[in-house]
């Protein structure tokens, strides 16, 4: 059979790029097809270096000429990997710095109940434990958990009298200083938040907070992406953001979303990565199997995607559940799975924003000033 070059330059056109709208023609990715007789050969270059893009991208050229052109062609994927050019534009921080506050690190998901919530209780006792100041800010308006997650629904913040101006005294539990919108809504009351509102009582809570000194203040976003996100998140100066999502294909759709939020030009805060959670599920009888409830691997390919640091996973664990309704973070649990987990995850977290805090001036640089700071960061 004869095949033609434009009717293979057709079916590369059925291929998508990873993370981009558009085929691998239009993305100027296919840079040559040559045929001879029943062999194509096909020069492709992509900015993804990992091997299960390269590998996906070889599997699709081949699939889709076998499937639209000729079955038995024999074809030559020539795959070269350019690293993507950077954007002139360096992410930068909005809003005025906070003083005392080194680092603003935004948790955020597309869809609710993914564990966005329980992943910042504890990456804040995580952080805490290995020695950094750390405050949690829970501006999940929608339904605020950190009184629960951290045994303090019972407690309000003081005021505090900071060189002559009150200031809200944050709660402390488990070494992390907190300060949730839940303080100030009843639990039963329904809170209907316009975004500047929510902005605004944002900003009460960091600015006129007796806070200290923090190496990370851990912002809990409320789930999903809108007006609301954009006031919160213009007038916090954030240093980056973790994005938390199932592999279920409807959460990564909206993890999806959240990244390129973070990621539009009027917000351009980095992303540090993707938090796969409840990654599969193993029966404490039969510990070595594993069930994928949500789906396999879903948020590591959509971090290759998307080109963004895959954090780590976690596990759906009874007892991760259960300590946040008893109020106290599952990462409290020392020597335990779950406790390395988050521990792993923390240090990623560290080593992306030390990695993220080297483009921007010394001065927004965190400061890792105790022993376990710098094993977190230096150990692998
Ligand atoms: N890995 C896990 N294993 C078991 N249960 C989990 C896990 N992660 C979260 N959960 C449970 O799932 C429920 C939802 O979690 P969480 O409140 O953290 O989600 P969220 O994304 O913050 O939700 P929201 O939409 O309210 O912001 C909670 O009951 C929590 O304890």
Request: hydrophobic content about 40%.
């Amino acid at each position: 059979m004869k095949i033609e070059k434009k009717d293979v330059l057709k079916a590369l056109e059925t291929i998508s790029v990873p993370g981009e709208g558009q085929n691998m023609v239009e993305s100027g990715a296919i840079k040559n097809v040559l045929v001879f007789g029943d062999e194509v050969v096909v020069d492709v270059t992509i900015n993804n270096h990992s091997l299960q893009a390269k590998k996906k991208t070889e599997v699709s050229i081949l699939q889709a000429i076998h499937k639209e052109v000729y079955e038995k062609a024999q074809i030559k994927v020539n795959l070269k990997v350019e690293a993507a050019a950077t954007p002139d534009k360096k992410p930068e921080i909005k809003g005025k710095p906070i003083p005392g506050i080194d680092n603003i690190i935004a948790v955020a998901s597309g869809k609710g109940g993914v564990g966005k919530s329980t992943v910042t209780a504890n990456l804040a006792v995580t952080l805490s434990k290995m020695g950094f100041k750390v405050g949690l800010l829970d501006a999940d308006i929608y339904g605020p958990s950190a009184t629960i997650m951290f045994d303090i629904i019972n407690e309000k913040p003081l005021s505090v009298n900071v060189d002559g101006k009150s200031k809200m005294k944050p709660v402390e539990s488990y070494g992390v200083k907190i300060l949730s919108i839940g303080f100030f809504t009843q639990p039963d009351q329904a809170v209907v938040w316009r975004g500047p509102m929510a902005a605004k009582a944002l900003n009460q809570m960091i600015f006129d907070a007796a806070w200290g000194n923090l190496d990370f203040l851990i912002v809990d976003l409320p789930p999903g992406t809108g007006d609301i996100h954009l006031s919160i998140m213009q007038s916090l100066p954030l240093t980056g953001a973790v994005v938390v999502s199932t592999p279920q294909t409807v959460a990564l759709a909206d993890a999806r979303k959240g990244v390129a939020m973070f990621q539009q030009e009027s917000i351009n805060v980095p992303v540090l990565g993707i938090v796969e959670n409840m990654a599969y599920f193993s029966p404490p009888e039969l510990p070595e199997n594993r069930y994928h409830i949500f789906g396999k691997d879903g948020a590591r390919n959509l971090s290759e995607d998307l080109n963004i640091p895959f954090l780590g996973e976690l596990p759906l664990i009874q007892s991760i559940r259960e300590a946040g309704d008893i109020g106290r973070p599952a990462a409290m649990q020392e020597g335990t799975d779950i406790e390395n987990a988050f521990i792993e995850i923390t240090k990623k977290v560290v080593q992306e924003t030390v990695r993220r805090n080297d483009a921007l001036p010394p001065t927004k640089a965190i400061e890792i000033t105790t022993m376990a700071g710098c094993s977190a960061v230096n150990k692998k």
